[in-house]
């Protein structure tokens, strides 16, 4: 088993990471796929900004929860088996991630997996996620852009886990995350660079919504 739950913490990880609510609901609901509209990213940050904030907030929860929970459940199987809680938690991590990103079941067009970082971070150190969401809370109030405060708090965290003494390996494999988290941001980069980044606002109703409503 000790050997098994390396494969077994992968594949599971990969497969409850590629379930992705926004595709979900923008086919059941609005009846079109979120990945051809908008931005074309099937996360929360497209999705309210398509669709409003009736559904977005479920997103981001579930988004957040599935990341925990994985987190969790397979840092403690980790450990129980003799293997350290962190890097149990940063490992299965690394795949929620990977799925979220190459989901299998969406022919492998995901998101760019944030929230499923910000859980990790919150479950390797609470205090990491706090100041890593305290980090992406003054940023997107102040700037109003949700990639860069995306890609600062998360960085911010990644140094944080060495600073406050994170399990070596857990930092490391957390680190090389946000780095590919950054990578899959470089349209957004491309945009923030040229000033055309569109802003991100609490309350805006989207479109559809008013019509709705």
Known sequence: MK???WFIAAIAAWYVGGMNLAISISKTVYH??????????????????????KYAWFIFA????????????FGFWFQGLGYDFQLGAAYTGLF???????????RFRGGKGFLVL????????????????GVMTVLLLTLKYMSLATMCGL?????MLFVLG??????????????FMIIRHKENIKRLKNGTESKFTLHHRSAKENHEG
């Open 155 to 159: 960085t911010a965290g990644a140094v």
């Open 3 to 5: 050997i098994a739950i």
């Open 96 to 106: 929620v991630m990977l799925g979220h990103s190459f989901p299998l079941q969406y």
């Open 32 to 53: 079109e796929d979120i990945r051809t509209v908008g931005s074309g990213n099937p996360g929360f940050t497209n999705f309210k900004r398509v669709y409003g904030n």
């Open 118 to 133: 910000l859980s990790e971070l919150f479950v390797l150190d609470w205090r990491v996620g706090l100041i890593a969401f």
């Open 62 to 73: 579930f988004d957040l929860c599935k990341g925990a929970v994985m987190c969790l459940a």
């Open 166 to 179: 994170c399990h070596l390996p857990a930092a490391i494999i957390y680190s090389a995350c946000v780095v």
